[in-house]
């Protein structure tokens, strides 16, 4: 348990370390989203390429997703995700606490 | 799928023929792929490729639900895990973001097909609403995060456990290396829809596996660490689960 602790400790700090690394260490990158990368090299390999079918919310809309719209978004999903995970770690916690380890 | 019943053998054949059908009709000259970005033929043919392993995975967690109906509550973590996990945005060495797939822990813990169905899920959200991936991508993108990556996290973690190597290593690999396989996996999708003129189909993954690989290798070890912290977590708090679905055998711990 308490080994576990440490380990848990260790991991955690770690992520942190590789994820904000790269924002200290390369100051004024622009960190735009690899997936616009790729479609980059397509073009520089079809040369101008026009995608032939855009995102449904962009048609209804008409017009680019706004940045802040769009982290809204990202938002949302994380906040169900994190939702989830943090209701099903108290319950699963809250069991082993109060029933014991005799049901494990 | 021993277990299965007649109806449901019968759809995922169906489903699985049709797929082979289609998939061998077509001559094939041929992360997340971007909306309109793959040529028509390419989005249909690998949308039909994804087909059975959806059939198969809905039955599977059809199955689990019934049989182990204590286990949801992993699986709706593991999905949940997929949700998070691919909303964040992380900065990396080189410049510019990209974000981890999530799609090991279910593998490994629901098995393969199941691991498609979360990532689905996942990946129709973003493309509605998010603009990021895509509809007509949605086949390429399921068959890269949701197909190939979880397959590789699987067999590596069987793999490990066959060879009695420490669980938690075991995992760390299966879902660091599933994370760099589906931005390969990416990497050849786009370079057989965009075979550069010079080199061909090889050079041209070449170069966008040169963009994807250096973004993606230290998020894969932040993916496999994340991985093993929450494993960690259920392993505590969450045994007779994971005894249920087989993931810890009965003598362990």
Redesign the interface.
């Known amino acids: 348990m308490c080994k576990n602790k440490v380990t848990a400790f260790i991991l955690t700090a770690l992520v942190l370390l590789i994820a904000l690394v790269p924002l200290f260490a390369l100051k004024g990158a622009e960190f735009g989203g690899s997936d616009d990368a790729g479609s980059q090299i397509v073009e520089s390999i079809q040369g101008n390429y026009e995608p032939w079918f855009t995102p449904v919310l962009e048609t209804l809309i008409g017009g680019e997703l706004p940045g802040e719209i769009e982290s809204l978004f990202f938002c949302v999903q994380t906040g169900i995700g994190v939702g989830i995970i943090a209701y099903s770690f108290g319950y699963l916690a809250a069991r082993k606490k109060y029933k014991g380890d005799n049901q494990v | 799928m021993k277990n299965w019943t007649k109806p449901e053998k019968t759809v995922y054949f169906a489903v699985l023929t049709f797929s082979v059908f289609l998939g061998l009709t077509e001559d094939v000259s041929a992360?997340?792929?971007?909306?309109?970005?793959l040529p028509?033929v390419h989005c249909i043919l690998w949308g039909v490729i994804c087909l059975p392993f959806a059939a198969h995975g809905f039955i599977t967690l059809k199955h689990i639900s019934i049989e182990k109906p204590q286990t949801m509550?992993?699986l709706?973590?593991s999905?949940?895990?997929?949700?998070?996990?691919?909303?964040?945005?992380?900065?990396?060495?080189?410049?510019?973001?990209?974000h981890m797939t999530g799609t090991g822990l279910s593998a490994i813990l629901f098995g393969v097909s199941s691991a498609s169905v979360l990532g689905i899920i996942?990946l129709i959200?973003?493309?509605?609403?998010?603009?990021?991936?895509?509809?007509?991508t949605l086949g390429a993108n399921t068959f890269s995060m949701a197909i190939a990556g979880p397959i590789l996290a699987f067999l590596i973690y069987r793999l490990g456990q066959k060879r009695n190597i420490n669980r938690?290593i075991t995992v760390f690999f299966a879902a660091a290396l599933g994370d760099i396989f589906t931005y390969c996996i990416?990497s050849l999708q786009?370079a057989l829809a965009?075979p550069?003129?010079e080199g061909g189909i090889i050079f041209?993954a070449g170069?966008?596996l040169g963009?994807?690989a250096p973004?993606?290798i230290?998020?894969a070890?932040?993916e496999g660490?994340?991985t093993?912290?929450?494993v960690?977590?259920?392993e505590?708090?969450?045994?007779?689960e994971l005894r249920a679905l087989g993931f810890v055998g009965k003598e362990e711990l």
Not at chain 2, 236 to 240: D, E, H, R, Y
């Open positions: 992360m997340h792929i971007m909306e309109g970005y028509l509550i992993l709706a973590m999905g949940a895990f997929i949700f998070v996990i691919s909303s964040l945005k992380i900065p990396s060495v080189t410049g510019s973001c990209s996942v959200f973003q493309a509605v609403l998010l603009a990021h991936g895509g509809l007509t938690k990416t786009l965009y550069s003129n041209s170069k966008f963009v994807f973004t993606q230290p998020l070890v932040m660490l994340i093993v912290l929450v960690m977590g259920m505590n708090f969450a045994l007779p």
